[in-house]
C-alpha cells in the first residue's frame, strides 16, 4: 500500500493526469502474468476506463523490458513510452521503489550492489536529477512522517 501511496503523491508532485494516478494504483494487478490472469479472468477488467487500462498495459510493458535481474544496458536501450502518462508512472515507480530499497534493504539485500545500479539507470534515462530524486523522497518522508535517515 505504500508503494502505491507514496507513488500517487509522487504522481501529483509532478502535475500527472487523474487517468495516469488510476492507471498507477491499477498498475501492480496487471504487472506479472499471473496476477494479468487473475484480473482478466474475474471480469473486472471490464469495469475499469479504456484510457486508463491502456495506460497499465502500455506500462507494464514498458517496465517489464527492464527489470533489476536483466544485464545492464545503455540508457538509450532502455526502452520508454511515446506517452508522457506511462512516463510520469515509471518516476512514481521509480524513485517509490529506490526509495523503499535504500531504507530497508541497501547493502544488506543479496544483489544489493546491482539494484543500484538498476534505480540510477531508470532515473537517468526518465531524466530525474539525484537532486530531484533526493528533494522528492525528502518530501514523502516530511509528508509521512517517517525517519529523514535510515
Do not use: C
Amino acid at each position: 500500500m505504500n508503494h502505491i501511496d507514496e507513488g500517487l503523491w509522487i504522481l501529483e508532485k509532478i502535475g500527472a493526469t487523474d487517468a495516469a494516478k488510476r492507471a498507477y494504483a491499477l498498475h501492480p494487478i496487471v504487472q506479472d502474468d499471473s496476477a494479468l490472469l487473475d484480473f482478466t479472468n474475474s471480469g473486472d477488467v471490464e469495469k475499469v476506463d479504456k484510457h486508463v487500462l491502456l495506460l497499465a498495459m502500455e506500462y507494464r510493458w514498458v517496465a517489464n523490458s527492464y527489470l533489476s535481474y536483466h544485464p545492464s544496458r545503455p540508457l538509450d536501450q532502455i526502452k520508454l513510452s511515446p506517452l508522457e502518462e506511462v512516463k510520469q508512472m515509471l518516476i512514481a515507480d521509480k524513485v517509490q521503489n529506490r526509495k523503499d530499497f535504500e531504507t530497508y534493504h541497501l547493502g544488506t539485500h543479496q544483489h544489493s550492489d546491482r539494484l543500484q545500479i538498476y534505480f540510477s539507470e531508470w532515473l537517468d534515462r526518465l531524466g530525474i536529477s539525484e537532486t530531484q530524486y533526493q528533494a522528492l523522497v525528502y518530501e514523502i518522508k516530511l509528508a509521512t512522517g517517517q525517519p529523514m535517515t535510515k
